[in-house]
């Protein structure tokens, strides 16, 4: 045991010599270096110092680097008066809504061929957009009942999200739903024609009969006797004569 302390101790004591011979090495090393440098500088002083060459290159890039960097912008202090709150924005009718979809979101809601969207689609919407839920409703169902959008709904085809990624594709159930609403909207718009001349037709039938039961209603004119005709006859001369004697006889 102390024989391998000693061993260890004449090791260390043999690694610090060596150290310090190479200390003193670099050492003497170094004030070589240091009068060559000297002497160089004394038989030529107008030759900058390659080491001060060099600090003074590495400076000047330094300093074009910083001039070639953009500076950041003064903040200005504005001392106008504080802005006003801002108030509120009306909200749009669900038709003007819409086409400011077709803006914001021109690869999910289209003017021209349009795909089906992805069911969920108003709670995207809620999240984006900043009108309550019953408007953003609203213009969606605008959207969803334009003819396009329901021959769109074909069983297999492809659901796009706000962003236009793929989103699902329409199930069976969708596809047959939309092929009823298809079939019916026909239906519906001739009848609706059908029905309008015929309510028409109607009215001036009524209107008609109105006038009849009134004219039926008014009291019939008395007929003109001939009595009065005849008194509405001027008289003659003979008669005047006649009705003034009358009169002097009846005083």
């Known amino acids: 045991m102390a024989a391998s302390v000693l061993h260890l101790l004449e090791t260390l004591e043999t690694r610090l010599e060596q150290k310090n011979a190479e200390l003193t090495a670099l050492r003497e090393e170094n004030q070589q270096l240091k009068q060559q440098l000297a002497a160089l500088t004394a038989h030529a002083p107008e030759t900058p110092a390659?080491?001060?060459?060099?600090e003074t290159e590495r400076s000047a890039a330094d300093s074009h680097a910083?001039?070639?960097?953009?500076?950041?912008?003064?903040?200005?202090?504005?001392?106008?008066?504080?802005d006003a709150p801002d108030t509120p924005a009306a909200p749009p009718s669900p038709q003007?809504?819409?086409?400011?979809?077709y803006q914001r979101y021109?690869?999910?809601?289209?003017?021209?061929?349009t795909k089906p969207l992805k069911v969920g689609i108003h709670q995207d919407l809620a999240e984006?957009?900043?009108?309550?839920?019953?408007?953003?409703?609203?213009?969606l169902a605008n959207y969803v009942n334009l003819p396009r959008y329901i021959k769109s709904m074909r069983e297999g085809a492809e659901r796009v999200d706000l962003d236009?990624?793929?989103?699902?594709?329409?199930?069976?159930e969708a596809a047959q739903h939309a092929s009823e609403r298809r079939h019916e909207s026909p239906t519906?718009?001739?009848?609706?024609?059908s029905a309008t001349p015929a309510k028409s037709s109607a009215n001036k039938t009524k209107a008609r009969a109105d006038k009849l039961h009134r004219r039926d209603q008014q009291p019939a004119s008395k007929p003109v006797?001939?009595?009065?005709?005849e008194q509405k006859k001027p008289l003659s001369m003979e008669e005047k004569l006649k009705g003034l004697q009358q009169k002097f006889e009846g005083r």
């Open 188 to 193: 519906k718009n001739a009848s609706d024609r």
């Open 128 to 139: 984006r957009e900043p009108w309550s839920g019953k408007l953003i409703r609203r213009a």
């Open 96 to 101: 003007a809504l819409l086409k400011q979809w």
């Open 50 to 54: 390659p080491m001060h060459a060099a």
């Open 66 to 82: 910083s001039q070639s960097l953009p500076q950041p912008a003064p903040s200005v202090t504005s001392s106008a008066e504080p």
């Open 106 to 113: 021109p690869n999910a809601f289209f003017k021209g061929h």
């Open 225 to 229: 006797t001939s009595e009065k005709i």
């Open 164 to 172: 236009g990624q793929p989103a699902g594709k329409v199930d069976k």
